[in-house]
């Protein structure tokens, strides 16, 4: 048997250090970039960079078009925000009349109003996904679509978040009661790690055995249903980790701006998130990092221009859909025949 | 005036003509959407920016031309029917061979780039748009006014409906066109020009919606706005009704506005989220909408 030529095992793949090398470049650009431009704009960048990366877990690897994930952002920011600088929590339930349940607890440290915040947007990603995945194709994304809008109203309404005004002067507090988060240097190393370990798990999650059943089920789901695979739990485990990803960007953004508001439950956040991910390139690792950043810059620069903005992102939509599908990233590993 | 439910017949029955009146406008986009949903695989997001273009294509009329509500009624959805022409050939063609989630991403954009420049231009407040002379008043049938605008509203919308669904469902063209949709390759075997169909129906659905704004126009005002929240609650419409059936979005068009304004007077509160609850509850019960027939 010795001779025998080993058909029956997987081709060694020749290892490429494409992907390593692509990291140590976005490690080093996000430790220098704080150095020569504002470290708020880093780090709002940052903050989006992981909230498209969970995007693009569902519309690269899963192929489900999410358009309200604008939903797990902007809650999880409210309620990072609420735990924070409030944080007891009043739960209506009906008793006859409407009552209220009330945990008294003093206003929360980072990391648990973070974690809140986190918590709060996988448990709307179980409801709303275990919803939008009984259908397929374009129906998900209307459906994510009404599910978000509805929610929007929602916060429009509850008292908790403020309605026009939204939470504002959140405090930043100590996190784990050593890291003090006023001072500018911590806040930013702390979202840069709240960022890459965000990253990682994607990354990781990608090239699991439960990635690779995710990729069959976007290539054809029929014939992963055929080989056994409960394709509707895949996509739901799914959903739950993207939202959960979703909301822990939108919980660290509240820290970091100690803002939330409306803006961010908009579907226009939704919106903005499709557009970076399609920028930066859909279904590559480190494409909506990149076109996360390239969008902040640009709505940074431009602000001077306030209205056209909106103008310009849907330029570059309508150019990317028609001229550049595979976005920076995807343009250039197809460019270097490597993946990114 | 008496009382229903310890409301009065006045407020019932006022908040129920406006249902019904939104109710038209669900119905009517929603059919658009369903047409071209039909044809091009594509759902268009920029249909309610082509809404809003209506509604400003019959105010810049009368502004610059002179030419008032009658005359805006036919020339607006053509003109604004012709720039979806333009759209078709321009962007959407190229993107048939692709996966049908880039047409909702480019009308989107597109969506985006229409409502900005209105918005440049004119402002997030609304430009008022009178009704026509021969629809001002009202007649008072008892237990309600019914202002005669608002009844034409609720008439045209509903016989421009039928009219499509004759259309679509009893001529030959309609033939044609369902045969299309089926299998565009056997219909072009077949000498028919198939493309050419498919750029005059995004054509006509967009008339169809640019119809709907002229028809918005003298009740909600005109401004860039004015389509970007609808577009949504008529997906979540779509979405109830499911795509696959005419009469199906013309029906839970109507039926759903009557509900929301009927939430309207009983919990107010709920009135902006009723339709996206029911679509919910719809998921659940029947995931393929009330006249879906699957995925």
Redesign the interface.
């Known amino acids: 048997m010795q001779d025998a030529p080993a058909v029956t095992q997987a081709p060694v793949q020749k290892r490429s250090y494409a992907v390593p090398i692509a990291f140590v470049v976005m490690l080093a650009f996000l430790l220098v970039a704080p150095h020569y431009t504002y470290p708020l704009i880093v780090m709002q960048g940052l903050c989006f960079a992981l909230f498209a990366c969970a995007f693009n877990l569902l519309i690269g690897y899963v192929g489900l ?1 999410s ?1 309200g994930h604008a939903l797990f952002f902007g809650w999880a920011s409210y309620v990072c925000a609420h735990l924070a600088k409030i944080g007891t929590i009043s739960l209506p339930y009906w008793a006859g009349g409407l009552q209220w349940f009330v945990i008294p607890l003093p206003p929360l440290p980072p990391e648990l109003a973070i974690l809140g915040g986190t918590a709060v947007a996988a448990l709307f990603g179980l409801i709303a996904g275990s ?2 995945i ?6 998900f ?3 994510t ?3 978000a ?2 929610m929007f ?2 916060a429009l ?1 509850m008292k908790f978040t403020g309605g026009e005004d939204g939470i504002q002067a959140v405090p930043r507090g100590k996190m784990f009661g050593v890291l003090n988060l006023s001072d500018p240097s911590t806040l930013y190393y702390v979202v840069l790690g709240i960022f890459l370990i965000g990253f990682l798990l994607i990354y990781r999650v990608i090239h699991s055995p439960f990635g690779e059943v995710l990729k069959a089920i976007r290539e054809n789901e029929a014939r992963a249903i055929s080989l056994g695979y409960k394709t509707d739990r895949y996509k739901l485990v799914a959903f739950v980790l993207s939202a959960a990803l979703a909301g822990l960007a939108g919980a660290t953004k509240a820290l970091v701006f100690q803002l939330a508001s409306l803006t961010d439950v908009h ?1 226009h956040m939704s ?1 903005e998130v ?1 557009l970076m991910t ?1 920028v930066g390139g859909l279904g590559t690792i480190f494409g909506p990092v990149a076109g996360a950043f390239v969008i902040i810059a640009m709505q940074n620069y431009l602000s001077a221009l306030d ?2 903005v ?2 310009i ?6 150019t ?3 001229l550049f ?1 595979r976005g920076i990233v995807g343009e250039i590993a197809a460019l270097l025949r490597i993946k990114l | 005036m008496f009382e229903i439910f310890g409301v009065p017949s006045q407020a019932l029955f006022g908040q129920l003509l406006i249902g019904l009146i939104n109710g038209s406008f669900y119905a009517m986009l929603s059919l658009g959407l369903a047409v071209i949903f039909g044809m091009l695989n594509i759902i268009n997001f920029s249909h309610g920016a082509q809404y809003m273009m209506g509604a400003f294509c019959a105010f810049f009329l009368l502004q610059y031309l002179g030419l008032g509500y009658w005359p805006a009624l036919v020339i607006a959805p053509i003109v604004v029917g012709l720039t979806g022409v333009l759209v078709e050939r321009l962007f959407l063609q190229w993107l048939y061979k692709f996966d049908h989630l880039y047409g909702l991403l480019l009308t989107f954009g597109l969506a985006l780039i229409i409502e900005g420049v209105f918005r440049n231009y004119f402002g997030a407040s609304g430009l008022p748009y009178s009704v026509p002379d021969s629809l001002k008043g009202g007649i008072n049938l008892g237990f309600m006014f019914l202002p005669i605008y608002r009844a034409w509203v609720v008439v045209l919308s509903l016989t421009v409906c039928l009219l499509t669904w004759f259309l679509i469902e009893r001529t030959r063209l309609g033939a044609n066109l369902r045969a299309a949709t089926e299998n565009p390759t056997i219909v072009r075997s077949f000498g028919i020009n198939v493309p050419r169909m498919i750029t005059l129906t995004y054509g006509f659905g967009v008339g169809l919606a640019a119809l709907a704004g002229v028809m918005a126009a003298p009740i909600y005002n005109v401004s860039p706005q004015m389509g970007a929240d609808l577009i949504i609650v008529v997906f979540a419409v779509v979405v109830i009704g499911g795509m696959g059936s005419i009469m199906g979005a013309i029906v839970t068009g109507f039926g759903l506005g009557v509900i929301e304004g009927l939430t309207k007077v009983f919990f107010p509160e709920a009135s902006n989220t009723v339709i996206f609850v029911i679509m919910a509850i719809v998921l659940l019960i029947r995931p393929a909408g009330l006249f879906g027939r699957g995925n």
């Open positions: 078009l358009f919803l939008a009984r259908r397929q194709g374009i129906y994304a209307m459906i679509l009404a599910l809008q509805m109203f929602f309404q579907w919106g499709v399609l209205q056209w909106t103008v992102q849907g330029v570059i939509f309508v990317c859909v028609l599908r």
